[in-house]
């Protein structure tokens, strides 16, 4: 079964500052990576995905992700934050037709003024 | 594309009932998942469906059951509720078809059951 590490879970950050959210995840077979958004009161938004191909995926808002096979990590970064972009972010694992997402903990990010 | 609804939003109910919740995927996805968010034990695959058959189920006792309809959408039931049954119950779908991007999972707002 699959394991899913979230380094952090809370990130407080300035605005206009650049935030990164570590995940790392067990399995070494091939996987479906993901990161999720929650506001508060709201189910899960996709924030990106890394399926196959090149190891850098851009997402909406501004983020984007690094695959690290070797590593087994798939770390959320965006250069510069805003206050909107406080909330839940969830990392999750899907392998290859496993019908499933495995989630980490979450790692809760403030942004302040 | 209308996304993934589910009724209702909010539940109370009493330990020992049961509660039925529902989902409707987006038009044309054929595989409804749920999962259950509580604070303590995070976000937990409950099971899934793809065309009314169950391809996949969590490690949740039997008193969480699900069944899909022909049009896609997804009951979850759970009977004889316990307080730890409070949570948010997210419901997500996706193309099913297993090929990464068809299986991209897409959420809907929850059901927030609280049990008293």
Same mark, same amino acid.
């Given at each position: 079964?699959?394991?899913?590490?979230?380094?952090?879970?809370?990130?407080?950050?300035?605005?206009?500052?650049?935030?990164?959210?570590?995940?790392?995840?067990?399995?070494?077979? /091939? !996987?479906?990576?993901?990161?999720?958004?929650? @506001?508060?009161?709201?189910?899960?938004?996709?924030?990106?995905?890394? *399926? +196959?191909?090149?190891?850098?995926?851009?997402?909406?808002?501004?983020?984007?992700?690094?695959?690290?096979?070797?590593?087994?990590?798939?770390?959320?970064?965006?250069? /510069? !934050?805003?206050?909107?972009?406080?909330?839940? @972010?969830?990392?999750?694992?899907?392998?290859?037709?496993?019908?499933? *997402? +495995?989630?980490?903990?979450?790692?809760?990010?403030?942004?302040?003024? | 594309?209308?996304?993934?609804?589910?009724?209702?939003?909010?539940?109370?109910?009493?330990?020992?009932?049961?509660?039925?919740?529902?989902?409707?995927?987006?038009?044309?996805?054929?595989?409804?998942?749920?999962?259950?968010?509580?604070?303590?034990?995070?976000?937990?695959?409950?099971?899934?469906?793809?065309?009314?058959?169950?391809?996949?189920?969590?490690?949740?006792?039997?008193?969480?059951?699900?069944?899909?309809?022909?049009?896609?959408?997804?009951?979850?039931?759970?009977?004889?509720?316990?307080?730890?049954?409070?949570?948010?119950?997210?419901?997500?779908?996706?193309?099913?078809?297993?090929?990464?991007?068809?299986?991209?999972?897409?959420?809907?707002?929850?059901?927030?059951?609280?049990?008293?």
């Amino acid at each position: 079964a699959q394991s899913v590490t979230q380094l952090d879970s809370q990130v407080p950050v300035f605005e206009e500052a650049p935030v990164e959210l570590r995940c790392n995840y067990s399995s070494s077979v /091939s !996987v479906y990576l993901f990161w999720y958004v929650q @506001y508060p009161n709201q189910g899960l938004q996709l924030l990106l995905k890394y *399926l +196959s191909g090149s190891t850098l995926v851009k997402g909406i808002n501004g983020f984007e992700a690094e695959f690290n096979k070797s590593q087994t990590s798939f770390h959320l970064r965006k250069p /510069s !934050v805003h206050i909107s972009d406080t909330a839940e @972010y969830f990392c999750a694992v899907s392998d290859w037709g496993d019908y499933k *997402l +495995s989630f980490g903990a979450g790692t809760t990010v403030t942004v302040r003024a | 594309k209308a996304g993934v609804t589910q009724t209702p939003r909010y539940l109370i109910k009493t330990r020992g009932q049961q509660v039925t919740l529902s989902c409707s995927p987006i038009s044309g996805h054929r595989s409804v998942s749920w999962y259950q968010q509580t604070p303590g034990q995070g976000l937990q695959f409950l099971f899934e469906y793809f065309s009314e058959t169950q391809r996949n189920k969590g490690n949740f006792p039997g008193r969480f059951s699900g069944r899909q309809f022909s049009n896609s959408r997804s009951e979850m039931n759970v009977s004889t509720l316990e307080l730890g049954d409070s949570a948010l119950y997210l419901c997500a779908s996706s193309l099913g078809l297993g090929t990464g991007e068809e299986d991209t999972q897409y959420f809907g707002p929850g059901t927030r059951l609280t049990v008293l």
